[in-house]
């Protein structure tokens, strides 16, 4: 599929750097951790020198290679190395990786550290009693649970994080979160709502975007230009509701001329049953998530 083009502008050209001095490290180097760690490095909050990441195949790590970042296949170097490790592997995967870490005879840390878990379902209190069982993690660790999502990638990131507020690496976890996008803080039950809501929710608006863009094609707008217009008007509609303090429905109302040609359009939405579809799907996506914990 052909890249959509745009002439945006970044929303790190924004941004004013802080500086962790802390280590950083990510077991598993796939989408959700490139996409944070892209947040850190193009900041240049974070050193690359101080950042490790590990995976079992080269597949993900030539993209970190590229940026002076450690890699390894190790995940007990991950540990031996950083500080703040992020264990973003699939859920599935999880134990598998703890088993290897169980093994690895080079691993022995006393150093106070924190894990920040990314992977849905995960609670808190299951993935400190999994990482209480590797022998080699000898000090003090904190877990901190945080739903990431991928516009991380680009700064526009929406996380949320369930932390213990007065924990060593809670303020800097945030920090780090907060150089993707915004980060909230929300209690643990509420976290695979969350999920479901705005870790999911790009791939939801994704298929928006191409819903609207086809609805465009289907007019006869060239498809480049239409997924432009797609992508720049929900960016846009975005960006009203969190600035003009309005209500989504009054704003959608300021489109919808009486008897115009919008609500025309939203009669139709209605009768698909656009509002129950994504009712629906977040409480799919949540009840999966509980299931994968
Ligand atoms: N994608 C998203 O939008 C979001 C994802 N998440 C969570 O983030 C986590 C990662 O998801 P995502 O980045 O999409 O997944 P990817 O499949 O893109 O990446 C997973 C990474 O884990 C690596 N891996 C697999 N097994 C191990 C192991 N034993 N030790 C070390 N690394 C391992 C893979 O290695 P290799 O490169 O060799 O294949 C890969 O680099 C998941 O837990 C998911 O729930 C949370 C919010 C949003
Ligand atoms: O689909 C998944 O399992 C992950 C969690 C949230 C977004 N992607």
Redesign the pocket.
């Known amino acids: 599929m052909k890249q959509v083009p745009t002439q945006a502008p970044s929303e790190f050209d924004n941004m004013t750097s802080t500086k962790i001095q802390n280590k950083v490290g990510f077991?598993?180097?796939?989408?959700?951790?490139k996409a944070i760690g892209n947040g850190m490095l193009v900041s240049e909050s974070v050193k690359a020198e101080n950042i490790i990441i590990?995976?079992?195949?080269d597949?993900?790590?030539a993209f970190w290679k590229e940026k002076g970042v450690r890699t390894t296949h190790d995940?007990a170097e991950v540990i031996t190395f950083a500080d703040i490790v992020f264990i973003?592997?699939?859920?599935q995967?999880f134990e598998?990786?703890i088993d290897?870490l169980k093994k690895a005879s080079t691993l022995t840390v006393t150093k106070p550290m924190c894990f920040v878990s990314?992977?849905?379902g995960r609670t808190v209190k299951s993935v400190t009693e999994v990482l209480k069982t590797v022998p080699g993690i000898l000090g003090e660790f904190e877990v901190i649970k945080v739903?990431?999502?991928?516009p991380s990638m680009v700064g526009m990131g929406c996380s949320v994080m369930v932390s213990d507020k007065n924990g060593a690496f809670t303020s800097v976890v945030r920090q780090i979160m907060e150089l993707c996008g915004v980060c909230e803080d929300i209690p643990e039950s509420l976290m695979n709502a969350c999920?479901a809501l705005s870790?999911?929710g790009?791939a939801y608006l994704y298929m928006v975007i191409e819903a609207l863009a086809d609805g465009g094609v289907k007019l006869g707008i060239p498809r480049d230009l239409s997924y432009r217009l797609a992508a720049q008007t929900m960016s846009g509609a975005g960006k009203m509701v969190m600035e003009s303090g309005k209500h989504p429905g009054v704003l959608k109302d300021e489109v919808c001329s009486p008897g115009g040609s919008t609500i025309t359009g939203v009669h139709e939405l209605e009768k698909s049953g656009l509002r129950a579809g994504f009712m629906n799907a977040l409480a799919a996506a949540a009840n999966r998530s509980e299931q994968l914990g």
């Open positions: 077991i598993g180097a796939g989408n959700m951790a590990s995976a079992p195949s597949r993900n790590l995940n973003a592997v699939k859920p995967y598998g990786m290897g990314i992977m849905v739903m990431p999502n991928t999920g870790g999911s790009p």
